[in-house]
Nanobody
Framework: QVQFVESGGGLVRAGGSLRLSCAAS????????MAWYRQAPGKQREQVAR???????NYIDSVNGRFAISRDNAKNAVYLQMNSLNPEDTAVYYC?????????WGQGTQVTVSS
C-alpha cells in the first residue's frame, strides 16, 4: 500500500520560512521522480519543484531562488525548504511520486502566508 505522510505546513508571515516533509512508504522510492505541487483556492494545481532519481532539479519561475527541493533516499523522504514566503505562496501543497506511468499523491498540507 502506497502511503505518503506530509508535514511542515502552517501559518507564517510574509518573509518567513517553512520546511515541508514527505515520507513515503510502499514504493521503491529511489527510482521515482518526486515533486511538490500546490493548489491555491480557485486555481489549478501546479508543479512547484521536482527532483529526479539522478538529482536533476527544476522549479517554476515564481519560486526559483526561494525554494529548495531535496530528497533522502535512505529515509524515503522528500523535502521542500521555502524561504522568503509571500501571500501568493498560500496554497495546499502536495507531495507526488511518478514513474512508469504511475502517479501517487500525498494528502496535502496547508501553507498560509499572511501579509
Amino acid at each position: 500500500q502506497v502511503q505518503f505522510v506530509e508535514s511542515g505546513g502552517g501559518l507564517v508571515r510574509a518573509g518567513g520560512s517553512l520546511r515541508l516533509s514527505c515520507a513515503a512508504s510502499g514504493i521503491r522510492f529511489s527510482i521515482y521522480i518526486m515533486a511538490w505541487y500546490r493548489q491555491a483556492p480557485g486555481k489549478q494545481r501546479e508543479q512547484v519543484a521536482r527532483i529526479t532519481p539522478s538529482g536533476t532539479i527544476n522549479y517554476i519561475d515564481s519560486v526559483n531562488g526561494r525554494f529548495a527541493i531535496s530528497r533522502d533516499n535512505a529515509k524515503n523522504a522528500v523535502y521542500l525548504q521555502m524561504n522568503s514566503l509571500n501571500p501568493e505562496d498560500t496554497a495546499v501543497y502536495y507531495c507526488n511520486a511518478q514513474q512508469f506511468g504511475y502517479s501517487y499523491w500525498g494528502q496535502g498540507t496547508q501553507v498560509t502566508v499572511s501579509s
